[in-house]
């Protein structure tokens, strides 16, 4: 193999739509929830995270797959683990603090999968200088020559613009789909450089606005719940930074909360895998915000921030449940 880890992917920037019809052509892919990995196949398999490291240990039952493929090869993939119905992305994040025997029991109760999407080496020969339309057939051909199935699968493609649109209906968010990702069928395997676009699947929906960063006069971003079914005010999401206009309107209505607010005396953390703790100023739990958010949800919570659109006055916090 002439390829070794660690090797940076290929990346993607956000984009706000699709092409539009009779633009050049494209390949549109589905994005699944879940950790990018890069698989080293072969008598020394490497399950590589985006970051370089190994998450074979975490996940025995991809490293075995990847060991008995009977080809070496280089590819890259998502890993994802599914429950319920759905990838759920918290129970691919447990599964990563696992090692050794709870490692194997967590592989036989939740085993994880590989979506793969791109061909980069394949015996000793290395892909990333050919386009990706080559590259794509010679990952179906890998498929097809070693039949491969679970926990192996084809990342879904095509070419066809409605196809990809549908594939940003909610339906397919709830399933764990969290957007399109968008190619030149013509590029090459550049690591590390955002070559390829990204559209997350959104859609709107209600919550109460809880907390604000900043000041109660003049919030900075929100911090928004759902009621759950004992009726506390939980947290599920906190918004990107808020436009003058809307810190405006918010900062007329909102009120401080005191001692008795749900939220007194919480810690929440300031960011995704940090533990520095999020300063914020609790306000009367008594408006609701539509917001755009995308599809990630883990335990209830958005993954990422979400967009304030505007006040709901029709609604009242008690419409608003998890």
Known sequence: ???????????????????????????????????????????????????????????????????????????????????????????LQQRARRRGAAAERAGRAQPAHLVVFDLLEVAGNVLMQEPLRRRRDALEDLFAARRLSAPWALCPQTEDRDVALAWLDPAWGTAGIEGIMIKDPESLYRPDVRGWSKLRARTTTEAIVGAVTGTVRAPTSLLLGRLDASGRLQLVARSTPLSRAAAAELGAVLRPAGPQHPWHDRHFSAGWGTKEPLVFQPVVPEHVAEVAADTAVDLGRYRHPVRYLRLRGDMAPGDVHE
């Open 1 to 91: 193999m002439r390829l070794s880890p660690p090797l940076a992917p290929m990346l993607a920037r956000s984009v706000a739509a699709l092409p539009p019809p009779g633009a050049r052509k494209a390949l549109f892919e589905q994005k699944v929830d879940g950790y990018r990995t890069i698989v080293f196949t072969g008598p020394s398999p490497y399950v590589q995270s985006r970051r370089g490291a190994d998450l074979a240990p975490a996940f025995p039952e991809i490293a075995r797959a990847a060991a008995d493929l009977g080809i070496e090869a280089v590819l890259d993939a998502e890993l994802v683990v599914h429950s319920a119905g759905r990838l759920d992305f918290a129970a």
